[in-house]
């Protein structure tokens, strides 16, 4: 495990006086059927892109609060990462996509996968439209979709 030692003075300090937000209570649905059975979609903030699609943008002041939307039949394989922080290593995510957004090991299991997997940028260090618009545009896209359960993978 890390420590925040280890970051340069820049991001310590940077940490030190964000104004982090809590969310109280934290939203959250019971499942309410195994597993198995329940339609379930990939979410990750690892900032991942098909070739095809724009890379998120980061030089948005903020964070790029976009999401792209990854087809279930995609090859994960071809992803690309696009993510702003500095604070951790790329180059497992860039070597094996499936570290942060593991759709081959959830096809392996077999389970019941939704047609459609988001894509955030992490790192969004002023979330205010990320909460007001994407998110629920994003919401609404996996009700469409009959999602059931959700699998997030924050980086």
């Not at 209570?25 to 059927?33: E, F, G, I, N, S």
């Not at 198995?36 to 699609?53: C, K, N, S, V, Y």
């Not at 922080?85 to 959830?106: I, K, M, W, Y």
């Amino acid at each position: 495990m890390g420590d925040v030692s280890e970051f340069s003075l820049a991001t310590r300090l940077f940490l030190k006086t964000y104004r982090w937000r809590r969310i109280d209570p934290v939203p959250c649905a019971p499942l309410r059927k195994p597993l198995a059975e329940a339609r379930l979609a990939l979410i990750t903030t690892a900032g991942l892109h098909l070739p095809d699609q724009p890379p998120f943008d980061n030089d948005v002041r903020g964070g790029d609060t976009s999401y792209r939307v990854i087809p279930n039949d995609a090859d994960v394989a071809t992803l690309r990462e696009a993510h702003r922080s500095e604070t951790f290593d790329h180059a497992g995510v860039q070597s094996d996509p499936n570290l942060a957004f593991p759709l081959d090991r959830l096809r392996e299991m077999q389970l019941k996968l939704a047609p459609r997997h988001l894509s955030f940028m992490g790192s969004i260090t002023a979330p205010g439209r990320l909460t007001s618009s994407t998110a629920r545009e994003a919401a609404q896209l996996l009700i469409d979709d009959g999602v059931e359960a959700a699998l997030l993978v924050p980086i």
